[in-house]
């Protein structure tokens, strides 16, 4: 790295450079950055480390793949359109952020509070969301395929018209869950709690659904 970028990153990481859209910043250490309402439209920041960073309210709909959010601070972080594709959230907070046609393939979510996001049309195929609070979260038209939400809070959560096929449901919590013209196929629900949620629904595709506490 030359001189004069060592210096451009150091006056982004204390949040000086603020308006960042469309840099060219792939692999860049930034971990524990302060940028809120930094805007980062179209940049390109592949495999970046933005762990512990403050990124509240910024504008993050960018080349995001392989990131790492880990204890970052995103609460009304715009994700919209980002590509996330295995990007890491771990211990990351996310509330009030948005994620609606976010490409999340592949993405660790696992034990976030992630109640009430946005992730309407998002591609999440293979997103691990295990033991995440989903509690009213939007996933209308979303693909889910593969994805795991095992022992995941999806009360009340709108998957209308999601894909779901192969996804792992089990011992996850649906209750009064919205399931309109969802694909089941080869949904994992062994133990899921489904009260609530109309039974037709998930009876003519959904597997493996043994123990259900109807």
Not at 63 to 69: A, M, T, V, Y
Not at 123 to 142: T, Y
Not at 185 to 196: K, P, S
Request: net charge negative.
């Amino acid at each position: 790295m030359n001189e004069s970028l060592s210096l451009d990153i150091s006056a982004i990481r204390v949040g000086k450079i603020k308006i960042l859209a469309n840099a060219h910043l792939p692999g860049t250490d930034l971990t524990g950055a302060m940028l809120p309402e930094a805007d980062f439209y179209q940049a390109n920041l592949v495999g970046a480390n933005f762990a512990g960073a403050n990124l509240q309210r910024a504008k993050l709909r960018a080349n995001l793949r392989g990131i790492d959010f880990t204890g970052a601070d995103l609460r009304g972080a715009d994700f919209r359109n980002a590509d996330l594709r295995g990007a890491i959230f771990i211990d990351a907070q996310l509330r009030e952020a948005s994620f609606a046609g976010a490409f999340l393939n592949g993405a660790i979510l696992n034990d976030l509070d992630l109640s009430g996001l946005d992730f309407r049309g998002a591609d999440l195929r293979g997103v691990n969301l295990m033991r995440a609070n989903l509690f009213q979260a939007e996933f209308s038209s979303a693909n889910l395929s593969g994805a795991d939400l095992s022992q995941a809070d999806l009360e009340e959560a709108n998957l209308s018209g999601a894909i779901l096929r192969g996804t792992n449901l089990q011992r996850a919590n649906l209750l009064c869950a919205l399931l309109e013209q969802t694909d089941l196929t080869g949904t994992l629900l062994t133990d899921a709690c489904v009260q609530g949620t109309p039974r037709q629904l998930l009876r003519a595709q959904a597997t493996q659904l043994d123990r259900p506490n109807a």
